[in-house]
């Protein structure tokens, strides 16, 4: 049997941008995606602290070291500039293997979206 697991996640950090122009997606800084072990264009869960609302999206690469968090698209409605956002990805595995299964979690700074 396989089972749907939460596999990553970063943590409160802060939308720098919200690009409604652009075709879609969520741009991440690169640091952020290598340090949660989430890959571009892997499918997250985005939740707003802000406001409550919740979909779905995928990555693109953001400059490393930049902090930019930039919703694109139709996504761009869901959110302000400064909102606090999480981004958390899932994996489906076997049901075995997901008993001991342990995520990636980042906790970034809110203000810089940098890491420690």
């Known amino acids: 049997?396989?089972?749907?697991?939460?596999?990553s996640k970063i943590h409160r950090v802060k939308v720098t941008e919200a690009d409604l122009n652009y075709i879609g997606s969520i741009t991440i800084d690169e640091d952020l995606l290598e340090a949660s072990n989430i890959l571009?264009?892997?499918k997250v869960q985005i939740v707003n602290i802000n406001n409550g609302e919740?979909?779905?999206?995928?990555t693109i690469k953001g400059k490393r070291g930049s902090g930019e968090v930039c919703l694109n698209g139709p996504a761009a409605r869901r959110v302000a500039?400064?909102?606090i956002i999480i981004i958390?990805?899932?994996?489906m595995m076997d049901f075995e293997e997901a008993k001991t299964f342990k995520p990636t979690i980042v906790f970034p700074d809110e203000n810089t979206n940098k890491l420690s």
């Open 54 to 58: 919740r979909l779905e999206t995928y």
């Open 88 to 91: 958390i990805s899932y994996a």
């Open 1 to 7: 049997m396989m089972v749907e697991i939460f596999k």
């Open 81 to 83: 500039v400064g909102d």
């Open 40 to 42: 571009e264009g892997e």
